[in-house]
């Protein structure tokens, strides 16, 4: 006989807590959709902007509650705040005993990213399974 696991609303909750938070800065909502989707299967937490500046905001709420990213995966030209200028918002922002978490810059534009000092950059378009790889690798270096 197989026995039903259940869980109270408190206990998924934790469950959901324990999961390793990424912040995903996309603009496009299909590229964003199935980048938290996957992410979710996969065990992460994904916390969804569609650019800088909703992503520094929901930063600035969540550092009180020392909520930090694991990852943060960052689209290079957005509306309203592109990914250059959230990176440099950010590590002004930045002011806790806690490292920055490690950026993956997701971009289709082929220059060279090295001033931008972001951990890894991932040329669009990318197959999920090589996302999923490079934040794996991005997060077990911290």
């Not at 950010?90 to 490292?99: E, G, N, S």
């Not at 972001?118 to 077990?140: A, C, G, M, W």
Request: aromatic letters at 8%; charged letters at 25%; a negative charge.
């Amino acid at each position: 006989m197989q026995q039903r696991q259940t869980f109270t609303l408190r206990e998924a909750e934790g469950k959901e807590a324990q999961r390793p938070l990424v912040l995903v800065i996309e603009d496009h909502a299909a590229t964003q959709h199935v980048i938290s989707s996957m992410l979710f299967l996969q065990g992460y937490r994904p916390v969804c902007t569609t650019n800088g500046q909703e992503a520094l905001e929901w930063i600035e709420e969540a550092l009180p509650r020392e909520e930090y990213p694991a990852a943060i995966l960052l689209d290079l030209f957005m509306p309203v705040m592109d990914g250059m200028r959230f990176l440099d918002c950010l590590r002004a922002l930045w002011q806790i005993p806690v490292p920055l978490p490690p950026t993956i810059l997701l971009t289709a534009h082929l220059g060279n990213h090295d001033e931008l000092a972001v951990t890894d950059v991932l040329q669009k378009p990318f197959h999920i399974k090589e996302l999923l790889e490079r934040l794996k690798y991005v997060s077990n270096k911290v």
